[in-house]
């Protein structure tokens, strides 16, 4: 499975924001992805994950504003980004929960980080 991370950029305070991981590859067992931030001196964290089956869960820093969803494609996870704060600042990653039952191979593969700058 290969991820694409894309969307970052420089918004201002209260603005918006959508990113989008595409994936590639044997898809169809990827049971969950999830977003990560990280912002500068700052431990890596967990903002964001949806299953297979849609649920979803987020942390509480972000509910309300951040929504997580997949494309209809089923290829690609967004993450929608309201009403941005400078707190949002970060590098944002995506990751996907990789479980093959039949050969077996559980993994976790990092899409490449998007950088995501909030200016007050």
């Known amino acids: 499975v290969q991820l694409q991370a894309s969307g970052g950029g420089l918004v201002q305070a209260g603005g918006s924001l959508r990113l989008s991981c595409a994936a590639s590859?044997?898809?169809?067992?990827?049971?969950?992805i999830e977003w990560y931030r990280q912002a500068p001196g700052k431990q890596r964290e967990l903002v964001a994950t949806?299953?297979?089956?849609?649920?979803?869960n987020y942390a509480d820093s972000v509910r309300g504003r951040f929504t997580i969803s997949r494309d209809n494609n089923k290829n690609t996870w967004n993450l929608q980004m309201n009403s941005l704060k400078p707190g949002d600042t970060a590098v944002y990653y995506c990751?996907?929960?990789?479980?093959?039952?039949?050969?077996?191979?559980?993994?976790?593969?990092w899409g490449q980080g998007t950088l995501v700058t909030v200016s007050s």
């Open positions: 990751a996907a929960d990789y479980l093959d039952v039949i050969t077996p191979v559980a993994a976790r593969y």
């Open positions: 590859g044997s898809i169809r067992h990827i049971n969950t």
């Open positions: 949806i299953s297979k089956s849609g649920s979803t």
